[in-house]
T-cell receptor
Framework: DVKVTQSSRYLVKRTGEKVFLECVQD?????MFWYRQDPGLGLRLIYF???????EKGDIPEGYSVSREKKERFSLILESASTNQTSMYLC????????????FGSGTRLTVV | GIQVEQSPPDLILQEGANSTLRCNFS?????LQWFHQNPWGQLINLFY???GTKQNGRLSATTVATERYSLLYISSSQTTDSGVYFC???????????FGKGTRLSVIA
């Protein structure tokens, strides 16, 4: 089975800190995604990547950046964490082929205080 | 962009009951997936179903692409079925999934 691993299950950070959320997949998938999930708002796309060193903005990229230096790893960076970035962050990967869907990691629940 | 609407937003069932969750989408899609999010937050892929019908145990799904909706059926519900069910669609090949807001299911013993 495809495995998508997010480095932390829970994180607590202070306002203004630089925060790195790491995501690694082990099935050579081309595509990787970062979503955030908030009550009543569902999942919203932050950034995605279809290839190494490639990145595209999603629906809510403000306050975030990403890095994809290797195919298997997609990092989400909060340059200066703010309390409104307290959320559940979910990473996903997909092969980008018809018939194959997304696989999600277990999520990182980030609290910014 | 494409709109995805799920109904009902909340559902409470007695154990053993059956249920139908609905997902309407506003445009033709290349991909449609149903996910279950368990109480710990993990999203589990249930079905990849851009059209047709699939079954997996007590769960089945049907997508009628020409009428732009999909249905998820849960039969003989169990308490472990509790959680949030999401429908997500991909508008064209290789564009990111767009999620509905989910249906929160609570199955009580």
């Amino acid at each position: 089975d495809v495995k998508v691993t997010q480095s932390s299950r829970y994180l607590v950070k202070r306002t203004g800190e630089k925060v790195f959320l790491e995501c690694v997949q082990d099935m050579d998938h081309e595509n990787m995604f970062w979503y955030r999930q908030d009550p009543g708002l569902g999942l919203r796309l932050i950034y995605f990547s279809y290839d190494v060193k490639m990145k595209e903005k999603g629906d809510i990229p403000e306050g975030y950046s990403v890095s994809r230096e290797k195919k298997e790893r997609f990092s989400l960076i909060l340059e200066s964490a703010s309390t409104n970035q307290t959320s559940m962050y979910l990473c996903a990967s997909s092969p980008g082929l018809d018939g194959y869907g997304y696989t999600f990691g277990s999520g990182t629940r980030l609290t910014v205080v | 962009g494409i709109q995805v609407e799920q109904s009902p937003p909340d559902l409470i069932l007695q154990e053993g009951a059956n249920s139908t969750l609905r997902c309407n989408f506003s445009d033709s899609v290349n991909n449609l997936q149903w996910f279950h999010q368990n109480p710990w937050g993990q999203l589990i892929n249930l079905f990849y179903i851009p059209s047709g019908t699939k079954q997996n145990g007590r769960l089945s799904a049907t997508t009628v692409a020409t009428e732009r909706y999909s249905l998820l059926y849960i039969s003989s519900s169990q308490t472990t079925d509790s959680g949030v069910y999401f429908c997500a669609v991909e508008r064209t090949g290789n564009t990111p999934l767009v999620f509905g807001k989910g249906t929160r299911l609570s199955v009580i013993a």
